[in-house]
Nanobody, 121 residues
């Protein structure tokens, strides 16, 4: 079992930056690829970014490429999402996810509870 707890969400102005964090407890954190998903009001949950077990490989959805950076610290059992140049369409609940599937990122083993990010003028 892996427990994931997100933090760092909040209200930010258009063009601003925010970093959300996810702390893992339980089974070996480094054994999982990690990802961030988001769900905006009235929309389906979507994949945002993923990072492999060692932190050497990352993947992003096109809409955040060049603006968001995912990283992880296996010693601290944490994964981060640095979000820059934020846009109103980035407003969503952001979820941390642990998976053994770092190809399709569709088979998620564990989810966090989510943290709200609101981008507003």
């Amino acid at each position: 079992q892996v427990q994931l707890v997100e933090s760092g969400g909040g209200l930010v102005q258009i063009g601003g930056s925010l970093r959300v964090s996810c702390e893992a407890s339980g089974r070996a954190f480094s054994g999982y690829a990690m990802a961030w998903f988001r769900q905006a009001p009235g929309k389906e949950r979507e994949f945002v970014a993923g990072i492999n077990r060692s932190g050497t490989g990352t993947v992003y959805v096109d809409s955040v490429l060049g603006r968001f950076t995912i990283s992880r610290d296996n010693a601290k059992r944490q994964v981060y999402l640095q979000m820059n140049s934020l846009k109103p369409e980035d407003t969503a609940v952001y979820y941390c996810a642990a998976t053994l599937d770092d190809r399709s990122w569709k088979r998620i083993e564990y989810w966090g509870q989510g943290t709200q990010v609101i981008v507003s003028s």
